[in-house]
């Protein structure tokens, strides 16, 4: 006996195009109000946490943190870290931030005064010198006829406060470098300058 089975297309329900138009229009616009409504990315930064006179050695309690969109020009971070002991130069008010032109390292606490000194590159490292470098200062001078040359230490462990190259004009194999100085360590720089060679040494961290 033969059982015949007779299939019938199952038929689903089409989906209105405008209906499917708008659930797209609206999942696009729910994306929208998202990314448009989505806070900023806070960036912590230091700012003093009360009133800070210049010229003191920074600490922890000296600092507090805010959070802001942008830290550009500010001090980052949620700690003092590399800058602790670092000094103001001038006071800020509670809850000013931190900006890195303001702030002096402890060497120039010791040293704080600043000299200029230009050399050529061959007697300083090959122009190769960045603010925080310490440098050995050395002195040759002639002994005159028939008396060889004397090189002697002049300063130890100076700090560099600036050092840049001038790659312009007739002075391109210049180094003009800022160095911290006390009254007597200044005096004896400007005196080597005029009585005989200047060589620098950078001093390994």
């Not at 448009?36 to 912590?44: F, G, K, N, W």
């Not at 507090?64 to 008010?93: K, N, T």
Request: avoid cysteine; hydrophobic fraction near 50%.
């Amino acid at each position: 006996m033969a059982i015949s089975v007779r299939l019938t297309d199952l038929s689903l329900p089409a989906i209105d195009r405008k209906r499917l138009f708008g659930i797209i229009l609206a999942v696009v616009a729910a994306l929208l109000v998202l990314v448009l409504t989505r806070p900023e990315a806070q960036v912590p930064v230091l700012v003093a946490s009360g009133d800070l006179v210049a010229g003191q050695a920074l600490t922890a309690t000296d600092v507090a943190v805010r959070y802001v969109a942008s830290s550009e020009g500010l001090v980052e971070g949620v700690v003092l870290g590399d800058l602790s002991d670092w000094s103001l130069r001038v006071p800020l008010q509670a809850g000013e931030p931190l900006l890195p032109s303001l702030m002096l390292p402890p060497e120039m606490l010791a040293s704080p005064n600043v000299i200029a000194l230009s050399l050529d590159q061959s007697h300083a490292v090959l122009g190769r010198l960045v603010a925080g470098d310490r440098v050995d200062i050395y002195r040759t001078t002639d002994g005159g006829f028939d008396t060889a040359p004397v090189t002697e230490l002049v300063a130890a462990g100076v700090y560099v406060v600036e050092a840049r190259v001038d790659t312009d004009g007739l002075n391109s194999d210049q180094v003009d470098l800022l160095l911290a100085v006390d009254e007597d360590l200044a005096l004896l720089i400007a005196g080597s300058a005029r009585h005989g060679e200047i060589d620098l040494v950078r001093v390994a961290p």
